[in-house]
């Protein structure tokens, strides 16, 4: 050993890493992505291992702190969920400064926290849950489950001095519309390591009461603290029961995958609550809205049947009054037709009379006239002419015999001195007897001379 | 000679017929010397009382044709 | 020449036939002069009797078509 | 002219067809003068007797359609 | 004019029917003056029934609608 | 008029056609006077039946809304 | 009437949905007056069933029932 060795005190040691570490480190934080192996508080102030992992060998290790203000402005900003991110098993991502405490060593002082690497590493648990689910056939069986329409009893899983458990119950019993209901309760830790193997004890338990609905309710809680609601076992044991699931697990987000799995679920236990006596309550509505419709529906009908009733009662009356009377006006009319009709055939009748009449004088008195003018103008003009002719004729043949007369009579040669004789009145000129002592006659133009003849002397 | 005397009653044809009897007479000279002044006599008076006959008869038709005016021309 | 009357019941076709036997007569000069006047009197006659027969016929139709009014224009 | 009475059995129709008959007769001249103013009668008496007739029947008529009173205007 | 008389058996249309038929004989003039009184007769006597039919139809339906009251203003 | 009945089983709505049938033919004035009186029986004894059917359903139907008393105004 | 009866084993939303079934038929008019009043009937008698169902007042749930049962499924 040389005693050129420099000796340090450790204190002179720890200062100079303090410094150095103060020196080059302090203005300078870093992003860090750990698990959290174990987590502890106090007075406010969290302390953390965090280790880092690999092939599940730990390669890395370290302390981490954050100091009770830092942990409530950082716990506000998360609303709160920064209580459920810091817990063993979590993988966080964390804004932190090293540090050189001289007595306590090397730390990372926690400066502030990024959830999403957690919620991330939830989600994907989730999941990995819900197929695990499918696959074994129980992510529906709930689903398939039948819900009555009216649920009165009701088995209730949850912490009792909770909030929402008391929410729950309150809201189902002081309510206008249906407080008929029966609650069986099964008190489980809601909350913590112990909540999954008391709610799955719970939900087994109320497998056995005649009860229509299991209600799960928790009163709400950071992102982390539902986080027991993604667990495997409690999701198995809620699509196994027989008895449908109704979940109120107070959250805002995202479902837990008791929501999931569950028959029904309803953001907080005071919907649960709602949703159950507002199903009596639509349902008593409903039924109260279908007879109502029923009897208003019959009622209308009959109504309106006898509506139709007295139309068609009144267009019988009408059509009937209506046949009647135009029956009647037929009557009327087939009078007034025949009454015409009589009364055209009697002035036809009338009219042809005076025709008839009035042709015959006509005809009479043109044959009247004819005759006048025909018949005896011309005999008669003709008896005229004829008798006139006749007067003449004989006017003509009597001066014809008197000429004959005139010529004729010997009286004008008697006149101027000759004589005529005659013995036995024939001419004596052509008497061929014996003349003498014949008696001789001679007439003078006044004288008729008888002598005797004496001689005869032929000249 | 005595009056000859028609009948009035004689008819116009008989007058005419006794004259042309007397005129056929007169022709064929059949009369005697004593009926030839009476025979003409009776001719004349034949003759006569034929034209008169006529003229009667002619004055009657023509008081039937024309009853009361003559100047009526056309009496129907 | 004695009056002639007419048959009151002759009828109005045997005057008219009677006076067309007067025109054959004459027309055949079948009538003797004594005769002729008597004729044509009766031919007048017959005329006569004709006319008032068609007058008295025309007048009569009147009178049965107009039966009391004659100012009436149209009886019927 | 003696009096015409008509069979007061007579039918109308009967009654126009003499009418018409007579008509006809007129129409052809088949007829007298004689008897032509009977016949002229005789269509009178036959218009008469049918107008007499329609008179009746029309009386008949309306004794049959309106027995009840005239100044009831709509008798339904 | 002798009694006719309508066969009480006969129904309203049967009787519309004849008295139809006698309105249309009527106005095609196919009937007679005769005839004619009988018919508008028996027309008549058509209508009366018809009508009596009429009144005794509607008094029945009166019957039957209005049973017992008539101030009972709906009928049925 | 012959009794009519109707067949007890007859059901509301056949009730209504033939009552409706009865009614159009009545409008159409498809229906004789000598039918009428007979359909308008019939025609009543289905609006009887119809209104009986009518309101014994409307009754029931009350009877069904307030079983016991009339004062229930609200049935549940 | 007859009467009607509901099947003990009746679900009420069953119910519910029967009552809403006569509800739609009534609304489309699918029903007749014969039916109508055994419709309302069963309608109240279905309103009745779910009614005693939502009054009645349960037995508390404190025993444990025959975890094994088959009625379980059923719970009413």
Not at chain 1, 22 to 38: G, M, Y
Not at chain 1, 66 to 93: P, Y
Not at chain 1, 303 to 309: A, L, N, S, T, V
Request: hydrophobic fraction near 40%; charge should be negative; include cysteine.
């Amino acid at each position: 050993m040389k005693d050129n060795r420099k000796i340090y005190p450790l204190a002179a040691l720890n200062r100079s890493l303090e410094g150095f570490i103060r020196d080059n480190f302090a203005l300078k934080s870093f992003w860090v992505i750990a698990e959290i192996t174990k987590c502890q508080e106090k007075n406010g102030h969290y302390y953390l291992d965090l280790a880092d992992s690999k092939d599940g060998k730990r390669v890395a290790e370290m302390s981490a702190n954050m100091w009770f203000s830092t942990f409530n402005r950082v716990n506000q900003d998360l609303n709160g969920e920064l209580v459920t991110i810091f817990k063993a098993g979590n993988k966080v991502l964390l804004d932190v400064r090293i540090e050189f405490h001289t007595i306590y060593g090397l730390k990372l002082n926690i400066l502030n926290v990024d959830p999403t690497i957690t919620y991330g590493e939830i989600e994907k648990q989730k999941k990995a849950t819900i197929e695990r689910l499918k696959n074994e056939g129980l992510f529906v069986l709930q689903k398939q489950l039948y819900l009555p329409a009216i649920i009165k009893k009701i088995a209730l899983i949850g912490s009792p001095n909770t909030s929402g458990y008391r929410d729950f119950l309150s809201e189902l019993t002081s309510n206008a519309i249906y407080t008929n209901f029966k609650v069986k309760e099964f008190p489980a830790t809601v909350q913590g390591e112990r909540a999954i193997n008391e709610v799955v004890k719970a939900i087994q338990n109320a497998q056995n009461y005649n009860v229509d609905v299991i209600v799960l309710v928790r009163g709400g809680g950071s992102k982390m603290d539902l986080n027991v609601f993604n667990e495997y076992a409690i999701a198995r044991e809620i699509a196994e029961s027989k008895i449908p699931v109704i979940t109120g697990i107070g959250h805002e987000t995202d479902e837990v995958v008791a929501d999931i799995v569950a028959f029904n679920h309803q953001i907080t236990p005071t919907a649960v609550a709602k949703f159950l006596y507002q199903r009596a309550g639509v349902f008593r509505s409903e039924l109260q809205s279908g007879f109502d419709a029923v009897i208003k529906i019959a009622l209308g009908m009959i109504g309106q049947f006898k509506d139709e009733f007295n139309h068609t009662s009144k267009y019988l009356v009408h059509y009937t009054q209506v046949l009647l009377k135009d029956e009647n006006h037929q009557m009327r009319d087939i009078l007034h037709d025949l009454r015409i009709a009589a009364h055209d055939l009697l002035d036809d009748q009338r009219f042809n009379l005076n025709l008839q009449l009035n042709q015959a004088a006509n005809f009479a008195l043109n044959f009247v006239n004819l005759k006048k003018s025909t018949e005896l103008i011309a005999p008669y003009e003709t008896i005229q002419v004829h008798a006139k002719n006749t007067i003449e004729r004989n006017r003509i043949g009597l001066k014809n015999q008197e000429e004959l007369l005139t010529y004729l009579n010997p009286e004008s040669l008697l006149k101027k001195g000759y004589t005529l004789s005659t013995i036995e009145n024939i001419d004596v000129q052509k008497y061929t007897g014996e003349l003498l002592g014949a008696e001789l006659k001679t007439l003078t133009d006044s004288r008729l001379i008888i002598s005797e003849v004496k001689s005869v002397k032929e000249q | 000679m005595k009056e000859i005397k028609l009948d009035p009653k004689l008819k116009y044809d008989e007058a005419l017929e006794q004259l042309q009897e007397i005129v056929r007479l007169l022709e064929r000279k059949e009369i005697t010397i004593d009926e030839l002044a009476s025979k003409v006599k009776m001719a004349k008076l034949l003759v006569d009382f034929c034209r008169e006959k006529l003229d009667a008869t002619e004055e009657e038709i023509n008081k039937i044709i024309r009853p009361e005016s003559s100047d009526e021309a056309e009496p129907f």
